[in-house]
């Protein structure tokens, strides 16, 4: 099989996906994957592991308080019953809440360990408005997923507002609560989310009802495959997968598998129209378009795998999860997307079916002409272009990727948050979310002291929690109210003084963990990850590049407008966070989750782009080749990037801000990324640096390279049989 131009198309891996009669077989053998993949892919919500430790830093001091307090007690998080009235609690109100918290201490169901309930705790001795029950929840082997039932059996003992009255459950218990129902039903939301976006633009891109079935059956088939591999790999070789890694596990295979899809099938139907054996027209396709397609792939799986240096278990544990999700999206539309558009022929492309001989669209379509446009004047482009993104680069200064509270975490306003103010107006605004600390039961005494007498720490509220063991291994365990919420800045600084204060205790060997320590050393190694996993990403992505158009101008020019597409998508989802959203702030991995997509993901485009404008160089010379390499890829690239942009669009569906945010920016950076960075900066770039670009190795230009007239196809082989 020769390509059009006298060179012989090697056969092999290509050869193999494009046989007729072995086509048949890759579709068999995907059958079967799929019917034993569907049942196991189903299993993964239940091998999820969403407890505290699978989120946190693995050597931070707060994860070590968790570990050390399990030997203490079975691990608990404390759910708190809150009750309200302006203008004081009556009589009935105060029997009320004594009747409620004796019928809780009778509770056993799901955790709830009625018996050592503490309350009811009034705010004021006299003429009470507040008062709170504290209940603690036991982890069992449920774990986390024991939470939400607990609470609801809770909130039926108790009941909920009303005349005049507030009753809400709040503490870490009720928040954790919301927080398992937000996560409830993730990966059927957003798979549908996502396939309802892929369909829609799958029809505005290809004009055709039939076509748009078969990337979706690739798609959907390597979304099962990577859910069951991803199960036994979290139930069997100790994988971590969580609420957050699975949700976007569905978002990457749905975006990076059909972007795969159209980038191959357009470039199949180009050679549809130059050759009459469909075999040969695929095989053709997959020789010029496969490596580009393959070295995207490959830069994702790569910078995905990187996210394993991080720190924070939550990071780490995504990059394996995400990196088999795209690896085997790249397998499928390597080989079942082409043999299934073999199998149904020609006519899948109906109603728009590409003949042998009819005219290419791209030639003087719209991306042409632009090209052309700024070949007149590009160095007056790239400079106005570069200017424009960066003056969206300021708005970083309005990024407050600091982490948010709890009351800030949700779309909406759940009881948990509505609990939480309520509680703050009457009680010290850390209650039920004490500090934890941990010490060496010969300095107990002095570490308390130190405790006690740190500001921002309720002095008497220190004590050893019921149902504790007074003393494990020659250690005690108490807890502390903080003063401020715990959730906020206030209270991390005094975490902050509370380590340095039983710290400098001699021979005490003190810890302080709980909630609010959690959050900063999550925030302290989200830091850490983002200085080491961004360089490192970038490097991964310049060797790719380098090796694959064996150039150095070229692969750091593209790493340049990498940075500033980045930079401005941060900037403008900013303001756009600011302003029109009026979200209260960022996680601080933030700005490390949308810079591994953005440039993992939309350097697809760029690499695209450049391989193709590499092919035509080296028959046309640079500056031709970069306006024909424009031309060509133009509506594939801009289809591409609005179907990744709608898939991470429907990040939004979640009623949770970090996810709402991360799909915002990511979108709205692919969407910068196709329209202006890859079309207008990268073309113009390449059109300034001109043949410079390639140093050191510049593309030979081919002898008898003219391009070849649709109406002269290459003669297929003469043993080929048409079909």
Not at 554 to 576: C, K, M, R
Not at 646 to 666: D, S
């Amino acid at each position: 099989m020769t390509d059009g131009q006298g060179r012989h198309v090697r056969q092999g891996l290509i050869g193999f996906v494009c046989g007729r009669r072995s086509k048949w077989l890759i579709v068999g053998l995907w059958l079967v994957v799929l019917v034993v993949a569907a049942p196991l892919a189903s299993k993964l919500t239940d091998a999820q592991d969403n407890d505290a430790a699978s989120w946190l830093p693995g050597s931070a001091e707060s994860t070590q308080v968790l570990d050390a307090s399990n030997r203490f007690r079975p691990e608990q998080i404390p759910a708190v019953v809150v009750y309200a009235r302006d203008g004081g609690l009556t009589d009935r109100d105060r029997q009320r809440i004594t009747e409620d918290a004796r019928e809780i201490k009778a509770l056993t169901a799901h955790g709830v360990r009625g018996a050592e309930t503490r309350g009811p705790v009034y705010d004021t001795p006299t003429a009470p408005e507040a008062a709170q029950i504290f209940v603690p929840i036991t982890m069992d082997e449920k774990g986390w997923e024991e939470i939400a039932p607990a609470v609801d059996s809770l909130r039926d003992r108790v009941g909920r507002s009303g005349a005049g009255l507030s009753v809400h459950i709040t503490g870490p218990g009720g928040t954790s609560a919301d927080f398992s129902k937000a996560f409830e039903g993730i990966d059927s939301t957003l798979l549908f989310s996502a396939m309802a976006v892929v369909i829609v633009m799958l029809l505005l891109t290809y004009r055709s009802p039939t076509l748009i079935f078969v990337p979706l059956i690739g798609v959907v088939a390597a979304l099962f495959a990577a859910q069951a591999l991803i199960y036994l790999l979290a139930k069997h070789a100790g994988l971590t997968v969580n609420g957050q890694s699975a949700g976007i596990l569905t978002v990457l295979v749905f975006g990076a598998g059909t972007d795969y899809a159209l980038l191959l099938v357009a470039r199949y139907r180009e050679e549809l129209r130059r050759h009459e054996d469909r075999h040969e027209a695929m095989a053709l396709a997959l020789h010029r378009a496969g490596p580009a397609v393959l070295a995207s792939g490959a830069t994702v799986v790569l910078s995905m795998l990187v996210l394993l240096a991080a720190e924070m278990n939550s990071t780490r544990g995504l990059g394996p999860v995400a990196a088999i999700g795209v690896a085997i999206a790249l397998l499928a539309m390597l080989t079942l997307f082409p043999a299934l558009l073999l199998v149904f022929g020609r006519w899948i492309f109906w109603p728009a079916i590409p003949h042998l001989g009819s005219a290419d669209p791209t030639a003087s379509g719209v991306w042409a002409r632009m090209g052309g446009r700024i070949a007149r004047a590009p160095r007056v482009v790239w400079v106005a272009t570069a200017l424009a993104l960066a003056v969206l680069s300021l708005g970083l200064l309005q990024l407050r990727a600091g982490g948010i509270g709890n009351a800030d975490a949700f779309t909406g306003k759940p009881d948990s948050i509505t609990g939480q103010e309520v509680s703050a107006r009457y009680f010290p605004a850390g209650s039920g979310d004490p500090l934890v600390v941990i010490a060496d039961q010969a300095r107990a005494d002095q570490v308390r002291a130190a405790v006690a007498g740190t500001k921002g720490v309720v002095p008497d509220s220190i004590a050893v929690p019921e149902g504790t063991k007074p003393s494990y291994d020659g250690k005690v365990l108490f807890e502390a109210t903080m003063t401020d919420p715990a959730d906020g800045d206030a209270a991390k600084r005094t975490v902050e003084r509370v380590r340095d204060a039983v710290h400098a205790v001699p021979g005490a060997h003190a810890e302080v963990g709980g909630g609010t320590a959690s959050l900063l050393d999550m925030d302290e190694a989200t830091t850490h990850d983002n200085m080491l996993v961004i360089p490192a990403v970038l490097v991964v992505v310049l060797l790719i590049l380098g090796v694959l158009l064996r150039a150095l101008v070229a692969p750091l020019l593209l790493i340049g407008t990498v940075v500033l597409s980045f930079a401005a998508a941060l900037g403008a989802s900013a303001l756009f966070f600011r302003h029109v959203f009026d979200y209260a702030g960022e996680q601080t991995d933030f700005p490390l989750f949308v810079f591994v997509f953005l440039v993992a993901l939309g350097i697809d485009y760029n690499i695209f782009l450049t391989t193709r404008i590499r092919e035509e160089a080296a028959r046309e010379g640079t500056r031709t080749g970069v306006v024909t390499g424009l031309a060509a890829t133009g509506a594939v690239i801009t289809s591409a990037g609005l179907v990744l942009a709608g898939t991470f669009a429907a990040l939004g569906t979640l009623p949770m801000v970090a996810f709402a945010e991360i799909g915002f920016a990511v979108a709205l950076g692919v969407l910068l990324d196709t329209f202006v960075v890859r079309s207008v900066l990268v073309t113009s770039l390449f059109l300034d640096a001109g043949e410079k670009v390639w140093w050191p190795h510049r593309p030979a230009h081919e002898e008898g390279s003219a391009r070849r007239e649709p109406d002269s196809p290459a003669a297929p082989e003469p043993a080929a049989r048409q079909e």
